[in-house]
């Protein structure tokens, strides 16, 4: 999308298993250019943020959030607690955790609004767990977006970051067709316009997400219409992000406006 940078985000989910297994990845992490012309957010355990707030070529991005800013939450972890961590983006909603830790759409709804009132950016995944032949999952992800949004003032809908990721598409299961995710992301944009009229639609940045990687990475950037890619599994291997990382680089360069 004009003006902005590809953003590539790093979803290491509950790895890697030791905080020395966290600093061998940074380490080896390392080797992503400073001036690369794509923003790489790394998205690790609680327990790894400060680690990785360190490395200042990085932006910090937290797995998921409270929606109360304080209060007796045993557990629970408040959205300007991460703003002071230096946390920028926070992923709300991921499939994991609304299909193996009960978040519904109504607790995606208050996260979202207490990440935008602190500043933070909220990345909220959308995706339907089966496609069906009639396209009737459209209306799930209709759904899925208007139940997230609501009560969302417009001022703030454009700072929200979308990924589509189809639950059946998240590692071990096989990706999208670049095709199939830029016609979700489409109707996700048209879904928000609907909302919130055109320009918000317009402006909205929607990533794609489930089984990224080195080798499929260029087709979803060049064929998808995104701006971005939300990376599990392949994120934890250093060579292979690198590769997607890289490759984000050179679509930048050579085939986007940005
Ligand atoms: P995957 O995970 O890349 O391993 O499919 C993506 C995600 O769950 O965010």
């Known amino acids: 999308m004009a003006g902005k940078k590809v953003l590539i985000v790093a979803n290491w989910k509950m790895y890697p298993k030791s905080l ?13 250019s400073k001036k690369s012309h794509v923003e790489v957010a790394l998205a690790p355990p609680f327990p790894y943020l400060w680690e990785v707030a360190r490395h200042k070529k990085f932006s910090l991005a937290a797995q998921d959030v409270f929606w109360e800013s304080e209060g007796a ?14 946390v920028r983006y926070v992923i709300i909603g991921h499939s994991e955790r609304r299909r193996l830790l009960g978040e519904t759409d109504e607790m995606v709804n208050k996260k979202l609004k207490a990440v935008l009132g602190t500043g933070l950016r909220p990345i909220i995944c959308i995706g339907e767990y089966k496609r069906d032949a009639d396209g009737s999952f459209f209306s799930f992800l209709k759904d899925q977006v208007s139940k997230a949004l609501s009560k969302v003032k417009k001022d703030y809908v454009s700072r929200i970051l979308f990924v589509y990721e189809p639950v059946w598409a998240i590692s071990p299961g096989k990706p999208a067709l670049p095709g ?29 997400g489930g089984s990224v990687d080195g080798r499929n990475a260029e087709s979803f950037l060049r064929e998808s219409d995104i701006s971005g890619l939300l990376v599990g599994k392949e994120s934890r291997d250093a060579e292979e992000f690198l590769k997607i990382v890289q490759c984000a680089n050179h679509i930048s360069q050579t085939y986007r406006k940005i």
């Open 20 to 32: 020395q297994g966290a600093r061998k990845l940074l380490n080896e992490l390392g080797r992503i």
């Open 73 to 86: 939450f045993t557990g629970e972890v408040a959205p300007p607690m991460l703003k002071d961590l230096g």
């Open 180 to 208: 199939d995710a830029r016609e979700a992301a489409l109707f996700i944009r048209k879904t928000i316009a609907g909302l919130y009229g055109i320009n918000i639609g317009k402006k909205v940045r929607i990533l794609y």
